[in-house]
């Protein structure tokens, strides 16, 4: 049984369609990353999946649990890191996942037994009487994480984790994301930063304007989307560079701002011609995720 | 979602979790928060009862003092239910964003609604209560009959609960409750019966306060206090509840608009 079939999902508000008929899968023990711009529709699609909205049209099943029919069920197994932190300001550390315990109706003791090991995961075993207001963001994070675990869910959504987080804190939140997987959790990711999704999840999909534009493992779209080298060219001439031999030489030629991308299957003869051109500095690589991502949906400011 | 949004009320045992969690909250201030709370309905109760009392013989039949007491039980309530529910409920629903982390667990939008409705009625209930106690302790209260008040006092905390809740699910920011004390909260303590009886307004304004939630608890509170057995009480009864019921749906209604969207 899959933890999460989404068919045909439907949201719309007023005029705009947000979720624009959607089918998704996510199997037993994977990690799934849902990317997308602002405003692509994954927090809506995240909404939808807990059952918290209604959908315009489509089904949700989640844990085999028809959503939101029996979405209060379904929740009793999921556990949920959303993109804003929403700890509770009133309590210390060991009170908010004590009192999150019980909205999962977990006895007293049932949740005191869980609390060492989950502030241990977290990190915080020191902080267990601190009061939220004195976390750094990443304890924060960690501590939701840690939270979003109380009920021992099998299947775990989290809404963009890492946002505004410093890298060192980035590092710690996927190392604990991988943690959970390695125990077997579901883990449905949504971010819209690719060394992310690269690094965790084993497939993933790209959302725009309500739409899936691509699915599959991270290495297959990138195969499949996007040709396998980079050379970015920076600097005031690369724009000319770019139209008397970049465009060329290379298969796609992009600029942005004062950056030139030339993707290409053999990058030797721009590389070639770069040396040889004195003031223009480049950098030569692999192609990423990224560059899929923006290929398929576009270099334009989403706000 | 239109036909959702007003739905009849889903409860399940759960929305005592949301009660519990509030209360658990409020133990941890209670001294300063109950002192905080009796404090400004003291001062009134006090300062008019005895100095205005002074200069007065009787009033309602009964010393100013007493006359004010039963009012002062009424308004603390309606006090208390309104700061609860408005700012306490408006910073645990909009600000930290509390509700959304509860109806992340299996705990739905009208457990949370529910739950804030009682919790804020019992809260205000304790104000109502102390209120009582010290008048009773001052010899302000003739019989056993003032037990009735407690009754009396939890239904009034639900309905200005409610009313209350009206206004969080509406509003962008805590300065829009200011419309509220001033337009509603300051005006029902002045017209209906707390300071001075009823019938000293002009007729018209007597009807009107008969349309007001406040007026139906003095009325009563105060006979209770003073040993009578008050007139019309399914009809005060029945405005208080109607009050309740009515305002906790309007309420939750425009939550789930405000938040299930």
Known sequence: ?303 | MTAKAYAVPAFSPRLLHVWRRNSLVWRKLAIPSMLGNLADPMLYMLGLGYGLGAMLSEVGGMPYIAFLAAGTVCSSTMMSASFEVMYSGFSRMHVQKTWEAIMNAPVTLDDVVLGEVVWAASKSFLSGMAVLAVASALGLVQSALALWVIPVVFVTGLAFAGMGLIMTAFSPSYDFFMYYFTLVVTPMMLVCGVFFPVSQLPAPFQVATQALPLTHAVELARPLMNGAVPGDIALHLAVLAAYAVASFYIALVLTRRRLLK
């Open chain 1, 1 to 303: 049984m899959n933890h999460l079939r989404v068919s045909g999902l439907r949201k719309r508000y007023g005029e705009q369609e947000v979720v624009a008929g959607i089918d998704l899968e996510l199997r037993p023990g994977e990690c799934f990353g849902l990317l997308g711009p602002n405003g692509a529709g994954k927090t809506t699609t995240l909404r939808l999946c807990l059952g918290l909205i209604d959908p315009d049209g489509g089904e949700i099943e989640v844990l085999g649990l028809p959503v939101p029919a029996r979405a209060r069920e379904a929740r009793r197994r999921t556990g949920v890191v959303p993109q804003a932190d929403n700890l509770d300001p009133d309590f210390t550390v060991e009170e908010n996942l004590l009192v999150y315990g019980r909205y999962f109706g977990l006895r007293q003791a049932e949740a005191r037994a869980r609390i060492p090991a989950l502030l241990e995961f977290a990190g915080l075993s020191a902080r267990a009487a601190s009061r939220i207001q004195t976390l750094s963001g990443g304890m924060k994070r960690r501590l939701t994480l840690a939270r979003a675990l109380i009920n021992d869910p099998d299947l775990i959504f989290l809404d963009e984790p890492t946002t505004g987080l410093d890298p060192q804190a980035r590092h710690l939140i996927w190392e604990r994301l991988r943690q959970l997987l390695n125990q077997g959790k579901t883990v449905f990711l949504t971010t819209h930063f690719m060394d992310e999704a690269e690094r965790l999840a084993h497939r993933l999909a790209i959302m725009d304007r309500g739409r899936i534009i691509a699915h599959g493992a991270p290495r297959e779209l990138i195969a499949k989307h996007i040709e396998p080298q980079v050379v970015e060219v920076y600097g005031d001439g690369a724009g000319r560079w770019a139209r008397e031999f970049g465009q060329a030489h290379s298969e796609r030629c992009e600029q942005t701002g004062e950056t030139i991308f030339c993707y290409t299957h053999d990058a030797d003869s721009l590389v070639h011609h770069l040396d040889q051109r004195s003031g223009l500095r480049y950098l030569h690589r692999p192609a990423n995720l990224e560059d899929v991502f923006l290929k398929l949906t576009g270099r334009e400011l989403r706000d």
